[in-house]
């Protein structure tokens, strides 16, 4: 039996692809062999990455001038990639600082650029419970980029609106949200996600940059694979690629457009979250820990109070079927991830255990 699996990343992943590629293992459409097993030179694996990329682009309807690579290293290798990519001679870079994930950015882009990463807005000193306010940012004149993670997996915010970054690229972590809606590509310079949370198994990270920001020079000295133009040139095959991701990645991309796109995700997505919600704002002993106009629809999370309930919950809640539920270490409680591929039944199944829970342990 399938678990309802509220994990953060790796997470689900729709059923109905697991079973495709079940069915594929051992002889991929006439092959006679794995996607896995199979050269990232052959024909049949060249088309998967070009279907892949198609379906991408119509899925985001993403501009032309645009590129997408395929790479790996992590979303946490980007953090890297990122300044040594857009760096110029006299630039700055400018955070903003909503959780761990982008102060782990901030802290890579001193690397590069020491005291010339500015943090211009954060929510550090409340714990990362809000998205910090985005208005009068000071976006410095001579900024390459500005920075955000857009949604915060382990402290359950999403950014509502973007910043007005004044002109310059607006670069954005969408690990936990990667087409979970609708996102307007032409206002980003650069877009990533790791894709092992709403798109695939882990082990890569897809990319969407704006030609113009794929540069051939460099301020310090980088390493070829660290390089976006490497791959950009290579359509992602400099060297070997996670061919395997690539191809449960491309699969997920037609789940969802065989569902009605992005605009079908963001109203399911909607729908499961805004449950949880309303069930979590009447409960008289779960809390969400979040400002209202901060909430995730992707990442939920939650405690009752006392960390031996929160404990307690966690343990129960296997019985329900309901698994990977216990909140960050960072944060405590709670959190149910609830992407794309987690059916509204198992946000149902949640709830009820929830209720019950609550009448069997409220004093
Ligand atoms: N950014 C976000 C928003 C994440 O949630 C994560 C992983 N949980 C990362 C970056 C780091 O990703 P990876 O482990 O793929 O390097």
């Known amino acids: 039996m399938r678990a309802y699996n509220f994990s953060a990343g790796p997470a689900i992943l729709p059923e109905e692809v697991l079973k495709e590629a079940q069915a594929e293992m051992l002889d991929y459409r006439g092959c006679g062999m794995s996607v896995m097993e199979m050269s990232h030179r052959s024909k049949p694996f060249q088309?998967?990455?070009?279907?892949?990329?198609?379906?991408?682009?119509?899925?985001?309807?993403?501009?032309?001038?645009?590129?997408?690579?395929?790479?790996?290293?992590?979303?946490?290798?980007?953090?890297?990639?990122?300044?040594?990519?857009?760096?110029?001679?006299?630039?700055?870079?400018?955070?903003?600082?909503?959780?761990?994930?982008?102060?782990?950015?901030?802290?890579?882009?001193?690397?590069?650029?020491?005291?010339?990463?500015?943090?211009?807005?954060?929510?550090?000193?409340?714990?990362?419970?809000?998205?910090?306010?985005?208005?009068?940012?000071?976006?410095?004149?001579?900024?390459?980029?500005?920075?955000?993670?857009?949604?915060?997996?382990?402290?359950?915010?999403?950014?509502?609106?973007?910043?007005?970054?004044?002109?310059?690229?607006?670069?954005?972590?969408?690990?936990?949200?990667?087409?979970?809606?609708?996102?307007?590509?032409?206002?980003?310079?650069?877009?990533?996600?790791?894709?092992?949370?709403?798109?695939?198994?882990?082990?890569?990270?897809?990319?969407?940059?704006?030609?113009?920001?794929?540069?051939?020079?460099?301020?310090?000295?980088?390493?070829?694979?660290?390089?976006?133009?490497?791959?950009?040139?290579?359509g992602s095959l400099y060297n070997t690629p996670n061919s395997y991701s690539i191809y449960i990645c491309g699969k997920v991309f037609k789940w969802i457009k065989k569902l009605g796109g992005l605009e079908a995700m963001k109203k399911r997505n909607e729908e499961k979250a805004k449950i949880l919600y309303d069930y979590l704002d009447q409960s008289k002993l779960f809390k969400n820990t979040v400002r209202k106009d901060s909430r995730s629809i992707m990442n939920v999370c939650f405690r009752t109070g006392s960390e031996e309930l929160d404990a307690k919950f966690v343990e129960e809640s296997k019985k329900a079927n309901i698994v990977s539920i216990k909140g960050h270490r960072l944060v405590g409680g709670m959190r149910a991830s609830i992407y794309n591929a987690m059916p509204i039944e198992g946000v149902k199944a949640l709830v009820e255990f929830m209720a019950k829970f609550e009448k069997e342990n409220l004093k």
């Open 47 to 234: 088309q998967i990455l070009d279907e892949a990329t198609q379906d991408l682009r119509d899925l985001m309807n993403i501009p032309d001038n645009y590129k997408v690579i395929f790479v790996q290293g992590g979303a946490t290798q980007q953090f890297a990639a990122i300044p040594m990519n857009l760096q110029t001679k006299n630039g700055t870079a400018d955070y903003i600082l909503s959780g761990n994930f982008s102060e782990k950015a901030y802290e890579e882009a001193q690397i590069f650029y020491g005291d010339k990463a500015h943090v211009i807005a954060s929510s550090k000193e409340d714990n990362y419970t809000y998205i910090p306010d985005l208005t009068n940012l000071k976006i410095d004149d001579d900024a390459d980029y500005v920075y955000i993670c857009e949604n915060n997996t382990i402290f359950g915010t999403t950014f509502h609106q973007l910043p007005d970054t004044k002109g310059k690229p607006l670069v954005s972590d969408q690990s936990s949200m990667f087409l979970s809606q609708p996102v307007d590509v032409s206002k980003y310079g650069v877009i990533y996600a790791g894709v092992q949370k709403n798109v695939g198994p882990a082990g890569l990270v897809i990319a969407i940059i704006r030609e113009d920001l794929v540069k051939k020079e460099f301020v310090n000295p980088t390493p070829t694979m660290l390089k976006w133009k490497t791959q950009v040139d290579k």
